[in-house]
């Protein structure tokens, strides 16, 4: 058998057992609902517009607070990463307040700018801007030491020390910060729209759950994974290209 | 030593110690500057002494330490159901190659999901109390520890495979004396990333299901009742938990690098 059907046989070897159990009845509907209904409730939300809808301000959300936690991210981690003496003194509490996971700020946050759009870019912002940091601060002191002799024989001024040396050999560790950035970043826009929202894809799987639409919530769910899927690749076709000069010089 | 170095020592030990108390001192001070000119309405942000009172009152009447045992119990238990069978899996994955031709696949599929994805249905399948809660908590542990045994267990170096086939062993021993000694750095990685999963997903957990004892609960108290001192103690718990959970896990992990250099 090739590799591609193995990898298709058990996913349509549980689908076959989820349509058996729904056409024969072995679940409730409530617990779990028919392929077909899943389907259904899935073309129903396309074709009303609201899951483009809501998949939009979904997508708006994760990219308005990621990038202005991936970029502050950069900066901050830029600094603590050059800068021994940023380091001690910010590392420190930063490193305390990473501790708290990001959806715990949300009761706090709400309470400080309200329930809407504010609240959820604050909490994805602050979600994705930790692992940036963590990322840039890690990459910027693993640069080998050779690297930055290299630089000093050359004399380069800090700022080609920077931008020709540092920056260039701490680009995989930036890329796992801002991957991870990303992931927890649609994490946690999820957790804040099914907390608080009346808008999104998290608010629809909460409106399928209050209905108790369970074909609503499955399909959302597979939404979410699809759309989870297509933001990874993006990104590591965007790490692709800029490695691409690693591979020439290992 | 001249006492001249003792006091050099001393200085290097606490130096950085005492920078890295710059910050929260000034933010703190900050803090107080900001409630002292009331820039900021108190019921949004208390002052540093309410919010020690309150701590105080949590700690001699109140249900703080019920409340910390809750939230603790709780990631282990679901750390307990999930981590190990993370670990089962992923070691089938890695070490058969038709499991992880079959299962791998899905397993990848099913990770692009958002974690807070399965809550409603974990809700609607267990219940919002405690069976729910631990189910949610169970499946966040099971994801990394998987990933993190299948990848070590894939990536034995072939001289060790070559040793186990050379002295003839038989699947068992291959396992216990080849497979899972080589994977075990990976595997450690795993259990740690589950801890700390089972960790967030704990706050999550009780933040979105029924209230119940425990720290995610204290948090929705808070905002119901605008008590954003309560808040703030809280939170103030899950950073120092969160830490403890961080070092403890980074202790064993180091543990086992030096054990595996040897």
């Known amino acids: ?250 | 030593m001249s006492e001249i170095a003792v006091v050099m020592a001393a200085r290097s030990v606490w130096r950085p110690v005492l920078m890295s108390l710059v910050a929260p001192a000034l933010l703190i001070v900050l803090w107080q500057a900001i409630v002292a000119t009331h820039l900021v309405a108190p019921y949004i942000l208390p002052s540093p002494a309410t919010v020690l009172a309150r701590f105080q009152n949590e700690l001699d009447g109140g249900t703080f330490w019920g409340d910390v045992a809750a939230s603790l119990s709780r990631a282990l238990g679901g750390f307990a159901l999930g981590a190990p069978a993370g670990l089962a899996f992923g070691l089938l994955l890695g070490l058969s190659r038709l499991a992880g031709r079959l299962f791998g696949p899905i397993f990848l599929a099913y990770r692009q999901i958002a974690l807070f994805a399965w809550v409603p249905l974990l809700s609607l399948w267990f219940g919002g109390g405690e069976a729910g809660k631990l189910a949610f908590i169970a499946i966040s542990a099971f994801a990394p520890a998987t990933v993190n045994t299948w990848r070590a267990a894939a990536t034995i170096p072939a001289p060790y495979r070559e040793l186990s086939r050379a002295l003839i062993f038989g699947r068992l021993d291959h396992l216990r004396l080849i497979a899972l000694p080589s994977a075990l750095p990976g595997i450690l990685t795993g259990l740690r990333s589950a801890l700390i999963h089972a960790w967030l997903a704990t706050v999550g957990a009780e933040l979105f299901l029924d209230i119940a004892p425990g720290l995610g609960g204290r948090l929705n108290e808070g905002r119901d009742k605008f008590e954003v001192d309560l808040m703030i103690v809280a939170l103030t718990a899950l950073a120092v938990l969160g830490l403890g959970f961080s070092q403890l896990a980074a202790a064993a992990e180091r543990r086992s690098i030096r054990w595996s250099r040897r």
């Open chain 1, 1 to 250: 058998m090739s590799r591609h059907a193995t990898a298709f046989l058990v996913p349509a070897l549980l689908f076959g057992l989820w349509w058996a159990s729904a056409s024969e009845g072995w679940l409730p509907q409530q617990l779990l609902p028919a392929p077909m209904a899943v389907w259904d409730a899935l073309a129903d939300t396309a074709a009303s517009g609201d899951l483009w809808a809501d998949l939009l301000i979904s997508l708006q959300r994760v990219g308005e607070g990621f990038a202005l936690g991936a970029l502050a991210g950069l900066v901050f981690g830029g600094a603590i990463g050059l800068s021994r003496t940023l380091r001690t003194l910010l590392n420190p509490l930063f490193l305390l307040l990473a501790q708290i996971p990001p959806l715990a700020w949300i009761p706090l946050v709400i309470l400080a700018v309200g329930i809407d759009e504010a609240m959820k870019v604050t909490v994805i912002a602050w979600a994705s801007f930790v692992p940036v940091v963590l990322g840039v601060a890690q990459g910027i002191r693993d640069v080998p030491a050779r690297l930055r002799e290299l630089g000093r024989a050359l004399t380069f001024g800090p700022w080609d020390l920077v931008s020709r040396i540092v920056f260039p050999a701490a680009v995989p560790a930036i890329f796992t910060g801002l991957r991870e950035g990303l992931a927890n970043a649609w994490q946690t826009l999820v957790a804040a729209e099914l907390f608080a929202s009346s808008e999104g894809l998290g608010y629809l799987i909460s409106l399928g759950r209050q209905l108790f639409q369970l074909d609503l919530v499955l399909a959302m769910v597979v939404v979410l994974g699809i759309v989870g899927l297509a933001v990874n690749g993006a990104l590591a076709l965007v790490e692709r290209r800029l490695l691409r000069w690693q591979t020439i010089a290992p």
